[in-house]
């Protein structure tokens, strides 16, 4: 349950893009305490990876959009 006003902007808002929650997650002091230094930078790398992966990529929009314009 919400004690309060539930749509004070007490926190800050959760991050919109992946690049932006990567760095947040690898610079985090909260998540090297937790889970420890050395699964912090390997799931950082993993999603590193990951969307790098995904820029390489094209999407059936990006082609479609594209495509309409040649």
Known sequence: PVTGDGYA???KPL?????????IFSESDFIRKAMGAE???IFTLTKEQEIA???RRITSLEYRSY???L
Do not use: G
């Open 67 to 69: 495509l309409e314009q």
């Open 9 to 11: 902007k007490e926190k």
């Open 15 to 23: 991050p919109v893009y992946m690049t932006d929650a990567v760095k």
């Open 39 to 41: 699964f912090q930078r």
């Open 53 to 55: 992966e995904f820029r």
